[in-house]
C-alpha cells in the first residue's frame, strides 16, 4: 500500500438536527443531571429490547462495577467470592470484580469463536462461586439459558457490544439475573461515555436505583435509606442516545450491509477468514472480526495500519496482577491463539464502502 488511506477503524455520524436539539433542550430547561429525558432513553431501552427495567449508567464498566456489588452485598458471605469469566473479553468486568475484591476464575474459549463452552462454565462452578460474567461479545452470545437450568447461580451478562442483538428470539442481555449495555464511541449507539443495567427482577431493579444514587429514593429527602454511591447519568449524554435508540433499526440494517458486502470480498482472498455471525438469528456484527496467519505481514504492509486495523485486546489471563489467581496447570491455548491472529477491519455504520474497497484490494494483493 504505497499511500495512506484516509479511513478510521470506527465510522459513525451522530451529527443529527433532533440530538441538537435534545441538546438545547436539556440546556434550556436545566436537566443537566439525570432528567426527563434520560427517562425518555430508559423507557425507550425497556422498549426496543422487551425488558421491564433499565437504569442509566455513567459507563459500561460503571454498570459492571453496580451488578457485582449487588450480588456481593445480597448474599454477604466473604466465602462466595469467586467470579466465572471468558479468558476473551475486554478488561472492564475483570477490574470491577478486582476493585471489589473478588477472585477471577478463567475460562479457554472454543477455537473458532472468541467465546467459551458453556459446558466449561458450568464446570467451574463451586460454593465460592459469587457469579459467571458471560461476556457476550460483538453480538455473539454465550447460551444464558442453558446454564441457568443446570446451575443455579447469578448470571450477570456483559453485552457492552451487543445491545440490540438477538439470540433464540430474546435479546442478548435480558436472559440473565442483570444485563448490561456500554454507550461508548465504538458501540451500535453512543453517548460518548455511557452504560445502562437491565432486569426483570423489581427488588434488583430497587436496589440497583439506590445503590447509583447515593443510597437516596430522590434527591430531596433527609435522610439516607441505603448505602450508595454517585453514578448518574446527565440529560446531555441521553440527548445524544435519545434518537440514535429510537432509530436503531436504520444502523442496523447499516452494519448488515457492510458486514455482507465484506464477507463477499474475503471469501475471495485467501489467508484470511471473516469471524461468522449469525445474523439469521438476529446478531448484529458490531465489528468485522477477522482471522489470519499472517497477521503480521498484514500490518507491517497497511500503512496507518494502527489507525485502519484494531488488533484484538490481550487476554485476560496474560495480566499481570490477575497471574496471582492461575493455576499452573492451564494452558488456554484457544485465547492465545484467537489473541494472536485475530484483528477488526474498519467498522462502523457510516464508513465510506469505496474507501474499504481500496483496503480489500491492498488485502488482497498482499495476502495472494
Not at 489507525?307 to 496482577?321: D, F, G, P
Request: net charge positive; glycine share 4%.
Amino acid at each position: 500500500m504505497k499511500k495512506k488511506l484516509d479511513l478510521n477503524w470506527w465510522n459513525i455520524n451522530i451529527n443529527k438536527p433532533e440530538i441538537r436539539s435534545n441538546l438545547m433542550d436539556s440546556f434550556d430547561k436545566r436537566f443537566f443531571s439525570q432528567g426527563k429525558i434520560s427517562a425518555k432513553v430508559e423507557n425507550e431501552i425497556c422498549k426496543k429490547i422487551k425488558i421491564q427495567h433499565c437504569v442509566l449508567t455513567p459507563s459500561g464498566t460503571t454498570a459492571i462495577y453496580l451488578a457485582l456489588l449487588y450480588f456481593k452485598m445480597k448474599v454477604n458471605d466473604s466465602k462466595k467470592n469467586e467470579v466465572i469469566i471468558s479468558d476473551r473479553s475486554w478488561i472492564s468486568p475483570a477490574h470491577a470484580a478486582y476493585f471489589l475484591d473478588l477472585k477471577l476464575i478463567f475460562v479457554d474459549t472454543k477455537k473458532d469463536q472468541p467465546l467459551p463452552d458453556e459446558n466449561e462454565l458450568i464446570s467451574k462452578i463451586n460454593k465460592k462461586t459469587l457469579c459467571i460474567i458471560c461476556v457476550q461479545l460483538n453480538g455473539r452470545s454465550i447460551d444464558v439459558n442453558y446454564i441457568k437450568k443446570r446451575k443455579k447461580v447469578f448470571i450477570l451478562e456483559d453485552a457492552a457490544q451487543s445491545f440490540y442483538s438477538k439470540t433464540n428470539n430474546s435479546y442478548i442481555g435480558t436472559n440473565g439475573d442483570i444485563g448490561i449495555f456500554s454507550f461508548s464511541m465504538g458501540k451500535i449507539v453512543t453517548s460518548g461515555q455511557g452504560g445502562a443495567i437491565v432486569t426483570k427482577n423489581n427488588n434488583i431493579y430497587k436496589s440497583i436505583k439506590l445503590l447509583k444514587n447515593n443510597g437516596v429514593i430522590n434527591r430531596y429527602v433527609d435522610k439516607w435509606n441505603s448505602p450508595g454511591l454517585n453514578f448518574k447519568f446527565t440529560d446531555i449524554q441521553a440527548s445524544i442516545l435519545l434518537e440514535q435508540i429510537k432509530k436503531i433499526e436504520k444502523i442496523k440494517k447499516k452494519l448488515n450491509k457492510l458486514y455482507f458486502y465484506y464477507k463477499k470480498i474475503l471469501s475471495n482472498i485467501p489467508n484470511i477468514k471473516l469471524v461468522d455471525e449469525e445474523l439469521v438469528n438476529g446478531r448484529i456484527p458490531l465489528y468485522i472480526e477477522c482471522y489470519s496467519k499472517k497477521k503480521k505481514l498484514i500490518f507491517k504492509k497497511i500503512k496507518n495500519s494502527k489507525k485502519i486495523i484494531r488488533v484484538n485486546y490481550q487476554s485476560l489471563h496474560k495480566t499481570n496482577y490477575f497471574k496471582k489467581f492461575l493455576n499452573k496447570n492451564e494452558k488456554f491455548l484457544d485465547s492465545n491463539n484467537y489473541n494472536k491472529y485475530s484483528f477488526y477491519l474498519p467498522s462502523g455504520p457510516d464508513q465510506d464502502i469505496k474507501k474499504i474497497k481500496i483496503l480489500l484490494n491492498n488485502l488482497k494483493k498482499i495476502l495472494k
